[in-house]
T-cell receptor, first 112, second 117 residues
Framework: SQQGEEDPQALSIQEGENATMNCSYK?????LQWYRQNSGRGLVHLIL?????REKHSGRLRVTLDTSKKSSSLLITASRAADTASYFC????????????FGQGTELSVKP | DAGVIQSPRHEVTEMGQEVTLRCKPI?????LFWYRQTMMRGLELLIY????????DSGMPEDRFSAKMPNASFSTLKIQPSEPRDSAVYFC???????????????FGPGTRLLVL
């Protein structure tokens, strides 16, 4: 069963705009991670936020986590055409060490 | 560092044939994961290993699928016999999880694109 559900499924913006993607999940987690996948490639890890953290930054990325609402958001600021990719959230279930459950992903298109 | 290595990168086979996909994880990693990705079902976890031991194979679709990890540097995913609905991209990923309780970054290979005719 799917743990992470992402919203929107697809997002199209202009270069320079901000992109926000949301992820909701169902059960208790140790951490939540975001990955990126360029077309035809493997997934690449972007950022990890632990269950006791509320916000984390990495370059132009900002991730928030609200464990009471079981939701997370990924914000990409000042987007570039090169940010065009699919973005996945992945949750680490509380009692299943090592394992991640991936959402269906958000397909982001950044137009130059 | 070479990263996770998968072979072959592309495989085209006919229904009923045996298919073997191979993966070499990053040296020192203690977890290895096999995923399948399709447009319809997204990214599915098939099976994962910890220190070469299978931990959870509940995602393996049928008995036609089997996976082994004979040592820390090699794993195979075998489909026998293959069917057209097995067509997908198969990813291998590895991770180093210090405690065994939590989850850490997974490093993905480039994937094997399988087409079963």
């Amino acid at each position: 069963s799917q743990q992470g559900e992402e919203d929107p499924q697809a997002l199209s913006i202009q270069e320079g705009e901000n992109a926000t993607m949301n992820c909701s999940y169902k059960t208790s987690i140790n951490n939540l991670q975001w990955y990126r996948q360029n077309s035809g490639r493997g997934l690449v890890h972007l950022i990890l936020i632990r269950s006791n953290e509320r916000e984390k930054h990495s370059g132009r990325l900002r991730v928030t986590l609200d464990t009471s609402k079981k939701s997370s958001s990924l914000l990409i600021t000042a987007s570039r055409a090169a940010d065009t990719a699919s973005y996945f959230c992945a949750t680490g279930p509380y009692n299943q060490g090592g394992k991640l459950i991936f959402g269906q992903g958000t397909e982001l298109s950044v137009k130059p | 560092d070479a990263g996770v290595i998968q072979s072959p990168r592309h495989e085209v086979t006919e229904m009923g044939q045996e298919v073997t996909l191979r993966c070499k994880p990053i040296s020192g990693h203690d977890y290895l994961f096999w995923y399948r990705q399709t447009m319809m079902r997204g990214l599915e976890l098939l099976i994962y290993f910890n220190n070469n031991v299978p931990i959870d194979d509940s995602g393996m679709p049928e008995d036609r699928f089997s996976a082994k990890m004979p040592n820390a540097s090699f794993s195979t995913l075998k489909i026998q016999p293959s069917e057209p609905r097995d067509s997908a991209v198969y990813f291998c990923a590895s991770s180093f999880v210090r405690s065994g309780v939590y989850q850490e970054t997974q490093y993905f290979g480039p994937g094997t694109r399988l087409l079963v005719l």
